[in-house]
C-alpha cells in the first residue's frame, strides 16, 4: 500500500470502494468489512498478478482498479470453492 502512494486510511477506504464495486459488478451480498477485506486483499492479489506480466497500477485510481479486478478474482475463487 506503501508503494501506491497511499496511507493505511486511504487503503481503507479505496479498499471498501473496490470492494464494493466488485460485489455490485459481480451480483454477491456481502458486509462492509467483507468489502474493505476484498478490496484490500483483491488490490494485493491484483498487483502481483500484472506485475507478473510488467504492469504496475500506482496512486490511488491504480489501488482502486487493481482492487476492483482482485476482489472480482476473490469472489469468483470462492464460489468455485463452494461449489
Same mark, same amino acid.
Given at each position: 500500500?506503501?508503494?501506491?502512494?497511499?496511507?493505511?486510511?486511504?487503503?481503507?477506504?479505496?479498499?471498501?470502494?473496490?470492494?464494493?464495486?466488485?460485489?455490485? &459488478?459481480?451480483?454477491?451480498?456481502? %458486509?462492509? #468489512?467483507?468489502?474493505?477485506?476484498? +478490496?484490500?486483499? *483483491? !488490490?494485493?492479489?491484483?498487483? $502481483?498478478?500484472?506485475?507478473? &506480466?510488467?504492469?504496475?497500477?500506482? %496512486?490511488? #485510481?491504480?489501488?482502486?482498479?487493481? +482492487?476492483?479486478? *482482485? !476482489?472480482?478474482?476473490?469472489? $469468483?475463487?470462492?464460489?468455485?470453492?463452494?461449489?
Amino acid at each position: 500500500m506503501e508503494q501506491a502512494g497511499i496511507g493505511w486510511l486511504a487503503a481503507i477506504i479505496i479498499g471498501g470502494i473496490a470492494g464494493w464495486l466488485a460485489e455490485q &459488478f459481480m451480483k454477491s451480498n456481502m %458486509g462492509v #468489512l467483507m468489502n474493505i477485506l476484498l +478490496g484490500i486483499v *483483491g !488490490a494485493i492479489v491484483a498487483n $502481483a498478478i500484472l506485475g507478473a &506480466f510488467g504492469i504496475m497500477l500506482g %496512486g490511488w #485510481l491504480g489501488y482502486l482498479i487493481a +482492487g476492483f479486478i *482482485g !476482489a472480482c478474482i476473490l469472489i $469468483a475463487l470462492g464460489r468455485l470453492i463452494r461449489r
